[in-house]
């Protein structure tokens, strides 16, 4: 089993809807979990953190943490073709701090 | 400015070189990585230096040296390239060795021939 795990897509939406991107951890400890975008050929940036269980907005971008069920979850609302990207989920684990684990990423095609 | 940058774009080179990459931050961090990815996108790290001092060394051969002359610069020294390495190898840096928030380079693209 993955440490980090996503669907590698791709997810395709039209533009206007919402797309809903998941992810999976496995060590039940893990303590901070981060998205990063990353658009073909360039570098990852961070969009969102989240650090305890519910929602966290900001802007279009929801990101929702269940630490029972081990999963957190990017919501992005009103997608735009400008969203087109691989969308990276990073835990860091209990007792591994400096340390990101990254799953493999889920590409996003929004669809004008 | 450049927060993360990183030197060269772009490496081309045969099997059995040796051959480096430069990587520098002006964020003021204390911590700078090397990750690589591979041809799907799997993102991982290999090594992480805080303050000068390798505080990470993930199970990478030994071919591949790291090495940090002042906190703002971590370089990666690869010996002996073979087919396998060929990737994109980013450098990131962080505040703190916490690494809450990274901060990516644009990264250096290693065909080995």
């Known amino acids: 089993q993955k440490e980090v795990e996503q669907n590698s897509g791709p997810l395709s939406v039209p533009e206007g809807a919402i797309a809903s991107l998941n992810c999976t951890y496995s060590?039940?400890?893990?303590?901070?979990f981060f998205w990063y975008r990353q658009y073909s050929g360039k570098s990852p940036e961070l969009i969102m953190s989240?650090?305890?269980?519910g929602d966290k907005e900001d802007g279009r971008f929801t990101a929702q943490l269940n630490k029972a069920s081990q999963y957190v979850s990017l919501l992005i609302r009103d997608s735009q073709p400008s969203d087109s990207a691989t969308y990276l989920c990073?835990?860091?684990?209990?007792?591994?701090?400096?340390?990101?684990?990254f799953g493999q990423g889920t590409t996003l095609q929004v669809k004008p | 400015d450049t927060a993360v940058s990183q030197t060269p774009k772009y490496l081309v080179t045969q099997m059995g070189n040796d051959k480096s990459i430069k990587c520098e931050q002006n964020?003021?961090?204390?911590?700078m990585y090397w990750y690589k990815q591979d041809s799907k996108k799997f993102l991982k790290i290999m090594f992480s230096?805080?303050?000068?001092?390798?505080?990470i060394n993930e199970t990478v051969p030994n071919r591949f040296s790291p090495k940090s002359p002042d906190k703002a610069h971590l370089n990666l020294h690869i010996n002996s390239l073979e087919l396998g390495d060929s990737a994109v190898y980013f450098c990131?840096?962080?505040?703190?060795?916490?690494?809450?928030?990274?901060?990516f380079g644009p990264g250096t693209r290693l065909l080995v021939l």
């Open positions: 990131a840096s962080s505040q703190d060795r916490r690494a809450e928030t990274q901060y």
């Open positions: 060590d039940r400890g893990s303590q901070s």
């Open positions: 989240i650090y305890s269980n």
């Open positions: 990073a835990v860091i684990r209990s007792g591994n701090t400096g340390k990101l684990i």
């Open positions: 964020l003021g961090h204390d911590t």
């Open positions: 230096y805080n303050n000068k001092e390798l505080i």
